[in-house]
């Protein structure tokens, strides 16, 4: 007996419901690292916010394809880097 092979598409999970998760330095094809004043963006390793007493290092990457700009505290681009989490 055969029987059509229906595809469900609400498996699909949505990505942005819950907070992206930074990404593997592996899986991160940096293009270029800035370091400039804090501007209040989210860090992406400890979620604090990078203000303008702090060094925001801006990596602008390609991620999964897609460019993506990425912030860190200086610390936290270390640990980043040597794949340490902060949390
Ligand atoms: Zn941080």
């Not at 930074?22 to 990078?50: F, K, M, T, Y």
Request: aromatic share 6%.
């Amino acid at each position: 007996m055969s029987r059509k092979t229906a595809r469900p598409t609400k498996n699909l999970k949505p990505c942005s419901s819950k907070h992206e998760a930074v990404p593997a330095p592996s899986d991160v094809h940096s293009l270029q690292v800035w370091g400039g004043p804090g501007q209040g963006a989210p860090c992406d390793l400890c979620r604090n916010e990078i203000g303008p007493g702090e060094v925001d290092y801006e990596v602008e990457a390609i991620v999964d394809g897609q460019p993506r700009a990425l912030h860190f505290h200086i610390r936290c681009f270390e640990l980043w880097k040597t794949g340490t989490d902060a949390a």
